[in-house]
């Protein structure tokens, strides 16, 4: 499996902007890029996913970079209820069952400071 | 808005019993995920349907682990005996993948179990 690697932690102020990366150099060009957070005490939600172009929505931006090799989701406005584990995913779109897997990482967790 | 059902929130079992979780996935999600989320780490695949067939099972610990989706609709997971280490909270999610890799997956709020 194609894996990611993403910092343990990060702190952001609220209000402000918060970029979260992850390394992925061992994408392969099937390989979509989805982002999961986890709030505490509930099951993860989704929020982003992307190929190759940079992707917006209500949530978030994903910007990927050129090679693909890492993105970045960026959060424009960080609230408190931003404060979460947040996880970076590689899904196979081949077309193969396996494809079909979500295999999470340790993730970052975010910490927003009022 | 269409989410997916798990039952019950909370279970409380002693060692060396069963206990069983339910999950009803998002109507006309082919594929459903059973997880294990351990305090402090990311969940853990155990099981992954597409529709009443297995696709993944390889880190389920068959000795005591089963999971059955009968129908292709809902499913169940049944640890028996249980064992301490068992305590943790046991996700599932669905997605209906009609464009494989090019969906999102749809999680239940999870069942916290702890065994004394």
């Known amino acids: 499996d194609a894996k990611t690697t993403q910092p343990n932690s990060m702190e952001s102020n609220e209000e402000e902007p918060v970029h979260l990366p992850c390394n992925h150099s061992?994408?392969?060009?099937?390989?979509?890029i989805h982002w999961y957070r986890q709030l505490p005490s509930q099951g993860p939600e989704y929020v982003i996913h992307g190929l190759t172009s940079n992707v917006n929505n209500r949530m978030a931006s994903l910007a990927i970079a050129e090679d693909r090799k890492s993105s970045t989701l960026i959060l424009h406005r960080a609230t408190l209820r931003d404060a979460a584990v947040y996880y970076c995913i590689l899904r196979d779109h081949s077309g193969n069952n396996a494809g079909n897997m979500l295999t999470f990482g340790g993730g970052t967790r975010l910490m927003v400071k009022p | 808005e269409a989410e997916v059902a798990q039952s019950p929130r909370y279970k409380i079992t002693e060692k060396s019993q069963a206990v069983a979780f339910w999950c009803d996935p998002i109507?006309?999600?082919?594929?459903l995920y059973w997880y294990r989320q351990i305090l402090g780490q990311g969940p853990e695949l155990l099981v992954q349907f597409q529709d009443e067939s297995v696709v993944d099972d390889s880190q389920l610990p068959k000795d005591r682990f089963s999971a059955e989706r009968l129908k292709g609709v809902d499913s169940t997971l049944k640890i028996q005996p249980a064992e301490l280490g068992d305590s943790a909270m046991y996700l599932c999610?669905?997605?209906?993948?009609?464009?494989?890799?090019?969906?999102?997956?749809?999680f239940g709020q999870g069942t916290r179990l702890t065994v004394v």
């Open positions: 999610a669905s997605s209906h993948d009609r464009v494989v890799g090019n969906t999102e997956a749809f």
């Open positions: 109507s006309g999600h082919a594929t």
């Open positions: 061992t994408i392969s060009g099937t390989d979509y």
